[in-house]
């Protein structure tokens, strides 16, 4: 029955004069989605509504889920387009495409007509109440309720005639790449792959960096980390992974720290070795699923001091959800199960029994110190190791 | 998907070292002309054994020559020889099978605390179908006491698994003994012996042993993965647990995974050339290592260390280290082990078999299985003790609070 989508987006519908640089990204994005799915598309611009119109046959289930994955997409509308061949026939079209669509007639409904085709011989008004006539006349139980309907009918004159009533809610947000580029810190966990997803929901483009520790981690880990990479960029578009080997650099603080500051000390050197992959790739700020108080690492005295070291902006779209909610978040964008997968990551092979959950950065910056005659070299060789992978979700 | 099968290549492009592969319990490598048998059949004699013409027969020709060779190693009947699936399955048919076959003689079934998951996970299952389980323990080298098999057994026993080597530590059951006990106290008590580890490592005949039914697995001898048989005494009853088109007298329907049976028997041919020395090698190689071993500080060996265990494992608890962190570190150094036993590995559980033969806490996790095959050379076990006496007092500076 359906062969085209009516594709609605909001906050794009106010950028004024960059308006058409969204939706010409946003028509980018569905398409890359759509190369997912079975069958041919084409996407269409026209008077300010983005219509996904299917060439070929085509799954329709497989198509608006892809179609979900879109950011700046808040509605997906499954539209059934009719020729104009006069009233008449329109309100034959309108009555089948309700028996199709509702099997069940003990519901309300409203008909709401926009005529875009000025020329059409009924306005807008005569449509509703028309077509409401038809609609009474077909099914005896159904009824009128302008207020709050059950369903929303609506009928579109163009050049042809769009029927629809179904919004199948999108993930809203804004297209990738109308924000620049951020670098995500993604462990194997929970959190930091739907700091991702949260991140990029907001047109921004994501890399990502990962940092290994043989022999304490796996090839395993180091898989997980690049199948959740691939989930993430079912959402966030391509993203290049950056694998740094930082065994080196984690044993060598072991050696000349406290114990008890390891993880705040090691999550610096993330944050500077971050930094400089994302300077050299042109991101705009760093991206990590930190949430307030979650761990010794996230107070606000641990954030701190690991924000210390950064110069570009960190954005922690987390820093406010409760562990649930990001579970949440993970579950619905199938990061989750990956997560849960029980391989170590370098954030827990070392980490104390007692870590501090209060530094004091004053004395986080004395005892680095200790670090003095290696460290750069450390680093410099840390950031020699730089692998790239390109992941793209297909 | 290939994209990112490529990108796992990709990853491992570049390492090229020697590897030295110690995982023979976790699975061997395949012969070279059992791969050759095995191509020709998939792509040659491809028949279906249950085609009535040339190209079927042709099918069941490689089915009847396994036969053969299965049936003639062990000195038994070719029609006590089942085809299934591996190891997994062969158990799964044994132990469920066996049990609802017999269930009207009894619902009492005995067997080990050390057993692999296949047995262990089958009788979980059993217990909610109303069986009762005994589960006997071992003792310090992971061997039952005949004691406790005698006590355990009651009028109403239908059905004993022992398994013949344990996966994790070597140790070896007394398999005959245990088989006359059973058959004396009651006759009519099934005995099941789980002889994935030790079939091709002892010589194992199951009428002189009073086994009624054993499980094997090919891959584990140095053929395909994927395929193994199940030894059933014709006077034993056994129920089918698959249903379908018949083969195998109905007791196992599905088409016959030719290639697969043919290559497992062409590796059973293989196994028992020259058994004798093959075996005293391994007991060489595995004296060799537990004597290099023995010289670094802080090392347990569990399990029974000498002739006693099977020629090809040992157990090693490695003192302040994880497993986990000891096998990359080797891995590093192309050295290839599995923590515990690769079947349970997967899953950072504590090992049931270590913690049932009394290994202490600060051992369960940093333990360590080494396992040998014919191919493994004195110069690799040399290497390999090398590289443990180097990384062991590194990795012990770097420890986990």
Redesign the interface.
């Given at each position: 029955m359906y062969k085209s989508f009516l594709i609605k987006y909001a906050e794009i519908g106010v950028k004024g004069k960059n308006r058409y640089l969204f939706e010409d990204r946003l028509c980018e994005q569905i398409r890359y989605a759509l190369t997912r799915c079975e069958g041919e598309f084409e996407v269409t611009k026209s008077q300010g509504r983005i219509y996904v119109n299917a060439l070929s046959a085509f799954d329709f289930d497989e198509t608006v889920e892809n179609l979900k994955t879109v950011f700046g997409v808040t509605g997906i509308c499954p539209v059934v387009s009719v020729e104009d061949e006069g009233f008449e026939k329109l309100c034959q079209d309108v009555v089948a495409y309700m028996d199709q669509v509702y099997p069940d007639k003990n519901i309300t409904f409203k008909v709401e007509a926009r005529r875009a085709r000025k020329n059409y011989p009924k306005n807008s008004m005569e449509i509703n109440c028309d077509i409401g006539e038809a609609l009474l006349n077909a099914f005896p139980e159904i009824r009128v309720d302008v207020h709050k309907p059950d369903v929303l009918l609506r009928i579109e004159i163009r050049e042809k005639i769009n029927i629809y009533s179904v919004v199948i809610p999108g993930p809203g947000g804004l297209p990738i790449g109308t924000n620049g580029k951020g670098m995500l810190l993604l462990s194997g966990g929970i959190d930091s792959p739907v700091a991702g997803y949260m991140i990029s929901k907001r047109g921004v483009k994501i890399d990502a960096v990962y940092f290994n520790a043989?022999?304490?981690?796996?090839?395993r880990a180091?898989?997980k980390v690049?199948?959740l990479a691939?989930i993430v960029s079912k959402y966030s578009g391509p993203i290049n992974l950056h694998i740094i080997n930082f065994t080196d650099i984690q044993?060598y603080i072991?050696?000349k720290c406290p114990?008890d500051e390891l993880t705040i000390i090691m999550r610096r050197y993330m944050m500077r070795i971050a930094e400089e992959i994302a300077k050299e790739n042109g991101c705009l700020g760093l991206i990590t699923g930190e949430s307030i108080g979650q761990v010794a690492s996230q107070t606000m005295q641990s954030l701190m001091a690991t924000n210390d070291v950064c110069t570009m902006p960190v954005y922690r779209p987390l820093i406010g959800f409760d562990k649930q909610e990001i579970v949440e978040v993970s579950e619905k964008i199938d990061t989750y199960e990956t997560s849960i997968l029980?391989y170590?990551d370098c954030c827990t092979?070392?980490?104390?029994?007692h870590p501090v959950t209060k530094p004091n950065l004053n004395v986080i910056r004395i005892h680095e110190r200790n670090l003095d005659e290696k460290i750069d070299e450390l680093v410099k060789t840390a950031l020699e190791t730089d692998?790239v992978?390109e992941?793209?979700y297909? | 998907?290939l994209?990112?099968l490529i990108?796992?290549l990709?990853?491992f492009e570049g390492v090229n070292m020697t590897e030295v592969y110690l995982d023979n319990s976790a699975t061997t490598k395949c012969l070279p002309e059992v791969a050759a048998l095995m191509t020709h059949i998939l792509c040659e004699d491809y028949g279906n054994p249950s085609s009535m013409h040339r190209k079927g027969v042709e099918g069941e020709k490689y089915v009847r020559y396994a036969r053969e060779v299965i049936a003639k190693c062990m000195k038994v009947q070719e029609k006590e020889i089942l085809f299934t699936s591996g190891g997994t399955e062969s158990d799964n048919i044994a132990l469920i099978g066996g049990a609802f076959a017999n269930s009207r003689a009894g619902r009492h079934i005995i067997t080990t605390k050390i057993e692999h998951p296949a047995i262990l996970q089958t009788c979980a299952y059993l217990e909610e179908q109303g069986f009762e389980v005994t589960y006997l323990p071992v003792d310090s080298t992971g061997v039952i006491r005949l004691k406790d098999l005698e006590r355990a057994m009651t009028p109403h026993t239908i059905l004993v698994s022992i398994m013949h080597t344990n996966n994790e530590i070597g140790a070896v059951q007394p398999i005959e003994q245990a088989g006359e006990l059973i058959k004396r106290m009651n006759p009519r008590t099934l005995f099941h012996v789980d002889a994935v580890q030790g079939f091709g490592k002892f010589r194992i005949y199951p009428k002189r042993m009073n086994i009624d039914l054993m499980s094997v697995s090919a891959h584990k001898i140095h053929g395909p993965k994927g395929v193994g048989f199940l030894y059933i005494n014709e006077k034993a009853k056994v129920r089918p647990i698959m249903f379908g088109g018949g083969q195998q007298k109905g007791m196992r329907s599905g088409t016959e995974n030719v290639p697969g049976i043919a290559g497992m028997a062409k590796a059973i041919e293989e196994l028992f050339v020259d058994f004798e020395p093959k075996i005293n090698y391994l007991y060489g190689l595995k004296e060799r290592f537990v004597k290099g071993v023995s010289s670094i500080e802080g090392i347990q060996i569990n399990g029974p260390a000498r002739r006693d265990g099977a020629p090809h494992v040992v157990s090693v608890s490695i003192e302040g280290i994880r497993s986990?962190?000891?096998?990359?570190?080797?891995?590093?150094k192309g050295i290839y082990v599995s923590a515990g036993s690769a079947c349970a590995s997967n899953?950072?559980a504590i090992s049931a078999t270590l913690k049932a033969i009394g290994v202490e806490k600060q051992y369960l996790d940093s333990t360590l299985r080494f396992s040998f095959s014919v191919f493994t050379t004195e110069e690799e076990i040399d290497f390999t003790v090398k590289c443990m006496s180097e990384l062991i007092p590194m990795l012990r500076?770097?420890t986990?609070?």
């Open positions: 043989p022999p304490y981690t796996s090839d180091k898989q690049i199948d691939r044993l072991y050696d114990h029980p170590e092979i070392f980490v104390a029994k692998e992978i992941i793209k297909q | 998907m994209a990112v990108v796992k990709n990853t986990e962190v000891m096998l990359h570190a080797l891995e590093d899953k950072p500076r770097y986990r609070h």
